[in-house]
């Protein structure tokens, strides 16, 4: 019996290199904002969830990351019920969550914003990048998606747009493209009991782009002379001072979050 699934790594390994000047530029936008005491505000909704948590609450993460998750677009586990897949579906499609979510947080001057989603077309994700892009046209707004479905698919928002026309659209957007095939399931199996597609890509591409990012800032600000805190693995006993270091300095980040001395007061807000 073959297994081919592990050939398709192939095609995100090479789709992330491909990407490597791109990289190195979010990997600087990313450094600005940590370095001046910012945050990088990461949105997702559905599976990119895990993404967003290899990023904020993870060993090996920087600090500096701050997660806009809420529960009604990430929790469907239960699969059916009132916390199940047909319910987070459709929040799915409510358009202004994204103005309403980034109403209860202060925008730093020096902040970043990056919203995932497998498809980028999901109506929440370019909810999110559109207000978030409408009230703070200067900042960096970075978008992780699929580049080819972004691009052409019909988009779900009353916009009529996708994750990739929000980002050509803003002052300083990037794109980075999680690299999955169209439609995301790789492996085509052709049973004798039916044809069967599976295993979706977008979320290892999505996590490879991650820690791709990771070790680029990392060295982004160890080339700039900048100390940085990075959470090394709890289970190991010298780990204790880096840990409660590692916490202290998100405490100090995310509590800008929630007041800013010198937040950016929106400039389009609805």
């Known amino acids: 019996m073959e297994l081919t699934f592990p050939t398709q790594l192939d095609r995100v390994k090479a789709g992330v290199l491909a990407q490597t000047e791109t990289l190195h530029q979010v990997a600087a936008i990313y450094a600005d904002a940590l370095e001046r005491g910012g945050l990088v505000h990461v949105y997702a909704n559905g599976h990119s969830r895990l993404a967003v948590e290899e990023m904020v609450i993870r060993m090996g993460a920087l600090t500096g990351f701050h997660a806009l998750l809420t529960t009604g677009l990430v929790t469907f586990t239960d699969v059916v019920g009132v916390n199940g897949i047909r319910v987070n579906q459709e929040v799915e499609r409510v358009e202004g969550l994204g103005e309403v979510m980034l109403n209860e947080y202060d925008i730093g001057p020096h902040d970043a914003m990056l919203v995932i989603s497998a498809t980028g077309t999901t109506a929440a994700a370019v909810d999110m990048a559109l207000a978030f892009n409408r009230r703070y046209p200067h900042h960096p ?110 405490r100090q980040r995310y509590a800008k979050a929630l007041n800013h001395p010198q937040a950016v007061p929106p400039e389009n807000k609805y």
């Open 141 to 250: 707004l970075i978008a992780l998606c699929s580049l080819e479905q972004a691009r052409d698919a019909r988009p779900k928002h009353s916009s009529g747009q996708n994750l990739y026309h929000v980002i050509q659209a803003a002052e300083r957007g990037v794109l980075l493209d999680n690299c999955m095939p169209l439609g995301d399931l790789s492996v085509t199996v052709e049973g004798q009991t039916d044809t069967y597609q599976i295993c979706p890509l977008s979320s290892i591409g999505a996590l490879t782009i991650v820690q791709s990012l990771n070790e680029l800032t990392i060295r982004e600000l160890d080339r700039r002379g900048v100390k940085h805190h990075v959470l090394r693995n709890m289970h190991l006993n010298d780990t204790v001072d880096s840990y409660e270091l590692w916490v202290r300095d998100q």
